[in-house]
């Protein structure tokens, strides 16, 4: 048993460290932060200790730890709509589940099934994650989205008019906002329209603007990283107009669970009901 798991380990690293190649190929004309070979090596091996976690423990078997808030106090912030990403539940966010408890903020998540279904298909499930987190606090929740779940918010947007003035902000961690190079190999729905600058994407971006003309590019914070072995080049995981922040040297799945991530965005999220003047005072 032992012997397996050191060899499943051994493969997973490997295939990481195929990523992390490719990534670091492709970002030489990106117009984002170079990384040092010493970024690199430190992504990768931040990915080979965190993504087994997460894929073989936290969502497999934890996911149901922290269930959804189902009331919260009078005095409660604003809710999080928590949206996973590519082949993940809810079972991701459980670092960010326990935060959220302890701050006492109410959050609602997701679980986008089909998992290889279209992205479109989403959008009625963000939609009703949306509805149960406002009606917890009466106001309108902020999206927190990891990956493939910033481009569900944005079908969601793109498909319900109205839908911005539901939301305070959609932060989004490591999102193919123009696709992403590696997306070019896979065959699935979801996948094939994460293809970087694809006839999905495009559609969107058009979708998009027949509602939102600006595309609501100030609702949007976009956390990314320039050793991302999953979204590459970098600068695809931002959006124009919006609140760009670099991480470097984090990986796919480790930029979600970045310290400066999670603590900014949550701050974020507890002055979500604040008046501009409230926020630069606290």
């Given amino acids: 048993m032992l012997a397996g798991t050191a060899l499943m380990t051994l493969g997973y690293a490997v295939i990481l460290g195929i990523e992390t190649v490719a990534a670091a190929t492709v970002n030489r004309t990106d117009g984002a932060q170079r990384a040092s070979a010493a970024e690199w090596l430190g992504a990768w091996w931040q990915e080979v200790k965190v993504a087994p976690e997460v894929f073989a423990w936290r969502q497999p078997f934890r996911w149901r730890q922290?269930?959804?808030t189902t009331t919260a106090p009078p005095a409660s912030p604003p809710a999080v709509v928590l949206v996973h990403g590519f082949?993940?539940?809810?079972?991701?966010?459980?670092?960010?589940?326990?935060r959220l408890h302890e701050r006492g903020v109410p959050f609602v998540s997701v679980n986008l099934e089909p998992i290889f279904g279209s992205i479109d298909d989403y959008a009625s499930t963000v939609d009703e994650a949306v509805t149960r987190a406002t009606s917890l606090t009466g106001h309108a929740p902020t999206l927190i989205c990891h990956s493939m779940g910033g481009l569900a918010a944005r079908a969601w947007l793109a498909a319900t008019p109205g839908a911005v003035s539901r939301v305070?902000?959609?932060?989004t961690i490591g999102t193919p906002h123009r696709g992403t190079w590696l997306a070019r190999f896979s065959h699935l729905a979801?996948?094939?329209q994460m293809r970087h600058d694809c006839d999905w994407q495009k559609s969107l971006l058009e979708r998009e603007l027949v509602l939102h003309p600006q595309r609501n590019a100030d609702r949007f914070v976009c956390w990314y990283s320039?050793?991302?072995?999953?979204?590459?080049?970098?600068?695809?995981?931002?959006l124009p107009g919006a609140d760009n922040r670099l991480v470097a040297g984090a990986a796919?799945?480790?930029?979600?669970?970045?310290?400066?991530?999670?603590e900014?965005?949550?701050?974020?999220v507890s002055s979500a009901d604040k008046?501009?003047?409230?926020?630069?005072?606290?």
């Fill in 226 to 238: 320039n050793t991302d072995n999953i979204v590459f080049p970098a600068s695809t995981a931002t």
């Fill in 168 to 171: 305070q902000k959609i932060i």
């Fill in 252 to 262: 796919h799945v480790a930029l979600a669970f970045h310290p400066k991530v999670m």
């Fill in 87 to 98: 082949f993940c539940n809810r079972g991701f966010w459980l670092p960010w589940m326990e």
């Fill in 66 to 68: 922290w269930p959804d």
């Fill in 275 to 282: 008046s501009p003047s409230e926020r630069t005072a606290s």
């Fill in 264 to 268: 900014e965005s949550l701050a974020m």
């Fill in 190 to 192: 979801n996948g094939r």
